[in-house]
């Protein structure tokens, strides 16, 4: 079975997800095609809550795991922020 995160490599790169199916017995074209089955109700569903505290939440994270970037992400949250 194929993993999460063989399927996502299907969008990043077709070698890596051609060896993913390949290696799954399937074609590379099936692949693809489950993969956006998979991900289509996601993407059209509106998300539940506050965006404005998702994308303050997102932004956080972001510092929190490249603290280099706080300066920059400090800038691009401050009208989130308000």
Avoid: F, H, T
Avoid at 7 to 20: E, G, Y
Avoid at 29 to 50: C, H, M, T
Avoid at 65 to 81: C, G, K, Y
Wanted: glycine content about 4%; overall charge negative; charged content about 25%.
């Amino acid at each position: 079975m194929l993993s999460v995160l063989s399927v996502v490599s299907l969008r990043v790169s077709r070698p890596c997800s051609q060896a993913a199916a390949d290696a799954a017995g399937v074609s590379y074209d099936s692949l693809l095609n489950l993969y956006d089955k998979a991900i289509i109700e996601v993407e059209n569903r509106p998300p539940s809550g506050e965006i404005r505290e998702k994308l303050i939440g997102a932004l956080d994270r972001l510092i929190e795991l490249s603290p280099e970037l706080s300066d920059l992400v400090a800038d691009l949250a401050a009208p989130v922020r308000r």
